[in-house]
């Protein structure tokens, strides 16, 4: 019997094995909405409105090794008035995403306050990814670099946290979340195992 795409859609939904709460921090227009879209949608947003509230959303996606998953995927605002106020009540995510834009030095040097906050709100075993982003504009020459690949590399990997350098605009793109949840998956399983 073949079923329908709404159909194939529900039966997956009724196998996903639990959700995991992802949450993205940065600057304001360092691309965290835009890079979200492009992985919820797949397509590149011109143009996106800034985010002034927080906003998430969820996507279904295969894990390797384990069926499905819920990501939920939490937005936020990188202007400092709203802060406070969005980020009270949010608690006990799996993992999050702090981005900078690699043209503009002052969002790179903020990450540690990001990190500090993100730290704050997630789950003890969080797996937390820094993004470089807006590598295009550097390739076409638009935007000059300010932020080295290798100093952010180096940052990342002496903090244990993944690493991409990116645009929204690239195909491969979606692998930061991809990459991310997955890593938090293994993770969890690990742990699982050496309860049993």
């Given at each position: 019997m073949e079923f329908s795409k709404t159909e194939d859609y529900i039966k997956i939904e009724m196998r996903h094995n639990t959700i995991y709460k992802i949450i993205i921090f940065g600057d304001s227009n360092v691309g965290k909405s835009t890079l979200i879209s492009k992985y919820l949608t797949g397509k590149f947003q011109e143009c996106p409105m800034s985010t002034l509230t927080t906003e998430f959303a969820i996507k279904l996606i295969e894990i390797d090794g384990g069926g499905y998953i819920k990501a939920q995927i939490w937005d936020t605002p990188g202007q400092e008035q709203y802060r406070e106020i969005t980020f009270h009540h949010m608690k006990k995510f799996s993992?999050?995403?702090?981005?900078?834009?690699?043209?503009?030095?002052?969002?790179?040097?903020?990450?540690?306050?990001?990190?500090?906050?993100?730290?704050?709100?997630?789950?003890?075993?969080?797996?937390?990814?820094?993004?470089?982003?807006?590598?295009?504009?550097?390739?076409?020459?638009?935007?000059?670099?300010?932020?080295?690949?290798?100093?952010?590399?180096?940052?990342?990997?002496?903090?244990?946290?993944?690493?991409?350098?990116?645009?929204a605009n690239f195909e491969d793109s979606n692998k930061i979340f991809d990459e991310l949840l997955q890593t938090i998956y293994n993770g969890k399983r690990k742990i699982f195992y050496k309860r049993i």
């Open positions: 993992g999050g995403i702090i981005i900078y834009d690699i043209s503009k030095r002052s969002t790179y040097d903020n990450i540690p306050s990001w990190v500090k906050i993100l730290k704050s709100k997630c789950e003890k075993d969080c797996v937390i990814a820094l993004v470089g982003n807006k590598l295009d504009l550097i390739e076409k020459k638009i935007y000059t670099r300010e932020v080295s690949k290798q100093e952010a590399e180096t940052y990342a990997f002496l903090n244990h946290f993944l690493f991409f350098e990116t645009s």
